[in-house]
């Protein structure tokens, strides 16, 4: 069904599109939206894993011409609101999204198939940090459902040879990123850092990887979110369209 419950809210993307969100849980943030811009590319076919309310893919359709996005949420109730959103912007014909354990993919879709994969995945390891009593906040911070290996392993196994990986992460886990992009042959090739402000230390990594690729890491340009005054700095305000 189309419509939304009394707890959840349609907010307006201000690129043509909305999307439904609950208004007590998991909300997207900006790393989702840096994420979208950081895997602007002309994939044919491009996966979204852990995919939560389907922001990643619906951010895509409206910066890209990918003709197919699939979008894979372990959580049946974020995946129908995400199913929901896509159906209120009108992308079936472009994106599709399917409730099930991202581990399955390889076996969902096939190996080899996709030309890319965007992923947010849970930031904390299981066990660490302060657990959310909502279950659903639970399982979009903390590695419960997958591993960040599961990730990048599942990633490797659906991606053709040169597809490209784009994640958004912590910096504290780049050993841990790489150690397991080397493991499953993505070459990271690509990698920028994100600070809340100048002269703050990195909050986010995005990094790029590509399949079965010669290793020659490029560092790009420190971006910045909000200036001296507060404010978004401009290319955030471009990030976000405005």
Known sequence: MLGTSNNETIDDLQNGYHIIQKSAGFRFGIDAVLLSDFAKCNANRMMDLCTGTGIIPILLAAKTHIKRIDAIEIQQDIADMAE????????????????????????????????AVSVNPPYMKAGSGLKNPDDTKLISRHEVKCTLEDVISVSASILKPHGKLFMVHRPQRLADIICAMRKFRLEPKLMRFVSPHIGKEPNLVL????????????????LYVYDAEGNYTKEINEIYGR
């Open 207 to 222: 990094i790029q990887g590509v399949k079965d690729s010669a290793p020659e890491l490029k560092l790009l340009p420190q």
């Open 84 to 115: 929901r959103s896509v159906q209120l912007n009108q992308l079936s014909e472009r994106i599709h999204i399917k409730c099930a354990d991202l581990k399955a993919a390889p076996e969902i879709y096939g190996k080899s198939v996709f030309d």
